[in-house]
C-alpha cells in the first residue's frame, strides 16, 4: 500500500523556470512532511520540511505549500538552476508519541527525477 | 554525511548466499533505520532500531535480519541473498524524539546474480 504518492516521476524545467513537485497522502496521522534531495550516487538530504499546522515554508527558492483537507502537499523550487538537478522524495511521518512506537519511520513517495537546462 | 559510513560500498553476490551490510555512526544518535532504494518505489523501510538490542521490522523486512549490540553499528544481513534483493540500501539516524531529521549514509549498492 503506496501511503504517499508523488508526481511527476520526471520533470525538465529550463533554467530559470519554476519546478512543482506533487505529493498526497492518506494518513491523516501524519504530521511532519520533509522534502529530501538525492544527487546520483549519494544518499538523501534533508531539504526542508512542513508540519501541518502551517500551509507554506518557505527557504530561500524553495517552498513548501501544505494543504491539509486535500491531504497533499508540494514542493516549489523557483529560479530553477542546473544545479538543482537532483531526485527529489518526498516523505510523511507520524509523530514520535508518548509510547515511542512510530520511532520515525519515514513514509517516501516515488522520487522524482529533476533536471534543469542551462 | 553526518558521520556515517557504510560498509561495502558496492558488493556482487551470488544467489543463496549470506550477505551482511554495515552502518557505522559517530554521531551517538539514538534510532537507526535500513532502507532499501528501488526504481518506481522510492526508498522503502525495512529494519529499524530504537536502541542497543531494540529492533522492529519495517515495511519490507522479509528476507532480512539486523542486529544492533552497540550504540554506533547497525548491521543488516541477508540470510539467503535472492535477484530481488538486488538494491541500493541506505542507513538512516536520528536523535531521539526531539528532532525528526534522519541523516543519511552514502548507500551500499548490492547485485545478487
Known amino acids: 500500500q503506496q501511503q504517499v504518492k508523488q508526481s511527476p516521476q520526471s520533470l525538465i524545467v529550463q533554467k530559470g523556470g519554476i519546478s512543482i513537485i506533487n505529493c498526497a497522502y492518506e494518513n491523516t496521522a501524519f504530521d511532519y512532511f520533509p522534502w529530501y534531495q538525492q544527487f546520483p550516487g549519494k544518499g538523501p538530504a534533508l531539504l526542508i520540511a512542513?508540519?501541518?499546522?502551517?500551509s507554506e515554508k518557505k527557504e530561500g527558492r524553495f517552498t513548501i505549500s501544505f494543504n491539509k483537507s486535500a491531504k497533499q502537499f508540494s514542493l516549489h523550487i523557483m529560479d530553477s538552476q542546473p544545479g538543482d538537478s537532483a531526485t527529489y522524495f518526498c516523505a510523511a511521518l507520524p509523530p514520535f508519541n508518548a509510547g515511542g512506537t512510530s520511532y520515525g519511520k519515514l513514509t517516501f513517495g516515488q522520487g522524482t527525477i529533476l533536471t534543469v537546462h542551462p | 554525511d553526518a558521520g556515517i559510513t557504510q560498509s561495502p560500498r558496492h558488493k556482487v553476490t551470488e544467489t543463496g548466499t549470506p550477505v551482511t551490510l554495515r552502518c557505522h555512526q559517530t554521531e551517538n544518535h539514538r534510532y537507526m533505520y535500513w532502507y532499501r532504494q528501488d526504481p518506481g518505489h522510492g526508498l522503502r523501510l525495512i529494519h529499524y532500531?530504537?536502541?542497543?538490542?531494540?529492533?522492529d521490522k519495517g515495511e519490507v523486512s522479509d528476507g532480512y535480519s539486523v542486529s544492533r549490540s552497540k550504540t554506533e553499528d547497525f548491521l543488516l544481513t541477508l540470510e539467503s541473498a535472492t535477484s530481488s534483493q538486488t538494491s541500493v540500501y541506505f542507513c538512516?539516524?536520528?536523535?531521539?524524539?526531539?528532532?525528526?531529521?534522519?541523516?543519511f549514509g552514502p548507500g551500499t549498492r548490492l547485485t545478487v546474480t
Open positions: 532500531s530504537y536502541g542497543v538490542k531494540d529492533t
Open positions: 512542513i508540519r501541518p499546522d502551517v
Open positions: 538512516a539516524i536520528s536523535e531521539s524524539s526531539g528532532s525528526y531529521e534522519q541523516y
